[in-house]
C-alpha cells in the first residue's frame, strides 16, 4: 500500500482524510503546516501528497512547488474550497496532479487517490528504466524528451512485467536491440540469459541448426551435439531481429516451436523443452510481408502480441539537439579534446536534415564533426559534410527529388568504391542482393560498368 502525506490546517479534515485513506489500506502521515509537512518528506518515502490550498496564513501553492522540488514526480492533490477552483487549475498548471474541492466524496476521494498513485508509479517506472539503462548499459538511443519517444518508454514500462511476445518496429538504427534489451532487463526474467539472432545475417541452411540446435553427426561436420539458441535463452529471453528475413520454411518451424514451446534439434530425436519469452523485431511492416506472400499470417499473430513501434529521428526532431550533445561529451572524452558545443547555424542545420540512418547515423557525424574541428564550438561547414546529405544543405529540395538524388549518388560511389561487386556493395550498405539489384535497376545503373576492364 502507498505512504500519503495529508496537510491541512484543519485537524477533524485531517482525521477524515486519514480514516478514509487508512481503510484501503495505506499508510498516512499528517501535517497541519510547511515545516511539519517537509520535515515528513524529508524523513518518509512518499508516494502521494494532499494539500491543502490555504494553510492559514501559509500558501499551498508555494507548499506543493517545494515539496516537488524536494521529491520529483512526487504526484500532489490540491484540496480547495469551491470558491477557489480557479486558483487549483493554476496549481495543476505548476504542476498538481489534479485537485479536489470541500466537502468532497469518500468515493471521489479515493478514485482520485488511486489514479494519482498510478500516475506515479508509471512515472517511477520510467525513471527507473532510464537509470538502469544509463547505469547498466548506457544505450544512448534512451536519451530523448520528445513525446514519441516518452510514449515508447512508457510502452516499455506497461509491457516489462507481461510474459506476452512483444513486436517492436522500427527503421534501421532507431534502437531496436536496445528497447528488446531493456525489456529484459526490467522483466522478471532479468536474471536469466538475453540471446539476440539476426536473421538477415545467417545463411537460411545454417539458420534451423543455430535456432534449434543439432545432434552429432546430423549433417558434414557436425562432430558432436550443439544446443541452439532458442535452448540458451531457456529461463530468459529470446531476441528474433529482422524476423521478416526468415524464409519460408523455418517460419513454419519456428511456430510450432512457439505454440508447443518445445522442438527436435535438427537430427535429433529427443524433444527440448524451453520456457522463453519471445521479443521479435523488424524494419519492414509485416502487414506489407504478408500481403506480398513473404511471411506467414499465422506466426504474426503469434508474435505481434504487444507491438511497440520506434519512432524514427525525423519524427522527433527536437530530441537531436540533446542526442547531439550527450555524443559530444562521448567523442570529446575519446578524442581528449574540449568542445564546448555547436553553433545555432550547426544546430539548424542538424535539425533540417532528415536522418534516413537515424540515431546511429547521428552519432557518426558528431564523431566527424568532434574528429575534424579544433574550435570551441563546432561550426555548420563541419557538420554533414559528406555530398550524399542531400537535404542539409540550404536550398531544400522536394522530398522526392531529394530522396531520389542521395540514392543515385549514394549507388555510384558504393560501385565506384566496390568496382561493380555485388557481395561487397550489398555487404558495406547493410543490404539484400536483392534489394540493391532493384535500386541498381530503379536509376538504370549497371554494375558492370563499375568493374575494371578485361
Known amino acids: 500500500m502507498a505512504h500519503i502525506l495529508v496537510v491541512d490546517d484543519d485537524n477533524n479534515i485531517l482525521q477524515v482524510l486519514r480514516m478514509r485513506l487508512e481503510s484501503q489500506g495505506h499508510h498516512v502521515a499528517m501535517a497541519t503546516d510547511s515545516a511539519a509537512a517537509l520535515h515528513q518528506c524529508r524523513t518518509g518515502q512518499l508516494d502521494l501528497a494532499l494539500i491543502d490550498l490555504k494553510l492559514g496564513p501559509e500558501n499551498g501553492m508555494t507548499l506543493m512547488e517545494e515539496i516537488r522540488h524536494q521529491s520529483p514526480g512526487l504526484p500532489v492533490i490540491i484540496l480547495t474550497a469551491y470558491g477557489s477552483i480557479d486558483t487549483a487549475v493554476a496549481a495543476m498548471k505548476r504542476g498538481a496532479y489534479n485537485y479536489l474541492t470541500k466537502p468532497f466524496d469518500g468515493q471521489a476521494l479515493l478514485a482520485q487517490v488511486d489514479k494519482a498513485l498510478a500516475q506515479g508509479q508509471l512515472s517511477s517506472e520510467v525513471k527507473r528504466l532510464r537509470n538502469l539503462v544509463r547505469d547498466s548499459y548506457r544505450f544512448d538511443n534512451m536519451i530523448g524528451n520528445s513525446a514519441a519517444f516518452q510514449e515508447v518508454l512508457e510502452q516499455v514500462s506497461q509491457a516489462a512485467n507481461s510474459e506476452s511476445s512483444v513486436y ?15 525489456l529484459h532487463l526490467s522483466s522478471p526474467r532479468r536474471e536469466g540469459p538475453f540471446i539476440a539472432i539476426n536473421c538477415a545475417a545467417i545463411p537460411e541452411t545454417l539458420l534451423e541448426s543455430e535456432l534449434f540446435g543439432h545432434a552429432k553427426g546430423a549433417f558434414t561436420g557436425a562432430n558432436r551435439a550443439k544446443k541452439g539458441l532458442l535452448s540458451e535463452a531457456d529461463g530468459g529471453t529470446f531476441f528474433l ?5 526468415m524464409p519460408p520454411s523455418m517460419q513454419v518451424k519456428l511456430l510450432r516451436a512457439l505454440e508447443e514451446r518445445s522442438f527436435f534439434p535438427l537430427g535429433g530425436r529427443e524433444t527440448v523443452r524451453v520456457d522463453i519469452r519471445l521479443i521479435a523485431a523488424s524494419n519492414k511492416s509485416l502487414e506489407t510481408e504478408i500481403n506480398a506472400g513473404n511471411f506467414r499470417e499465422d506466426l504474426y499473430y503469434r508474435i505481434h502480441v504487444i507491438p511497440i513501434r520506434l519512432p524514427a529521428l525525423k519524427e522527433r526532431k527536437e530530441d537531436i539537439p540533446l542526442l547531439a550533445n550527450h555524443f559530444l561529451d562521448k567523442f570529446n572524452r575519446e578524442m581528449n579534446k574540449a568542445i564546448e558545443g555547436f553553433t545555432a547555424a550547426a544546430l539548424e542545420k542538424m535539425m533540417a536534415y532528415d536522418w534516413p540512418g537515424n540515431v546511429r547515423e547521428l552519432e557518426n557525424t558528431v564523431e566527424c564533426a568532434v574528429a575534424m574541428s579544433d574550435a570551441n564550438l563546432i561550426e555548420d561547414g563541419v557538420v554533414l559534410r559528406n555530398p550524399m546529405h542531400s537535404g ?22 558504393l560501385m ?10 550489398a555487404k558495406l550498405a547493410g543490404k539484400y542482393r536483392a534489394d540493391l539489384y532493384a535500386l541498381l535497376k530503379k536509376y538504370a545503373l549497371n554494375p558492370a560498368d563499375f568493374r575494371p576492364a578485361g
Open 416 to 425: 565506384e568504391l566496390t568496382r561493380g561487386n555485388i557481395s561487397q556493395a
Open 168 to 182: 517492436i518496429e522500427g527503421k534501421s538504427g532507431t534502437g531496436k536491440e536496445l528497447i528488446a534489451k531493456t
Open 241 to 245: 531481429d529482422e524476423i521478416s528475413e
Open 392 to 413: 542539409a544543405d540550404d536550398s531544400l529540395k522536394p522530398f522526392k527529388d531529394a530522396k531520389e538524388a542521395f540514392e543515385r549518388r549514394y549507388l555510384v560511389q
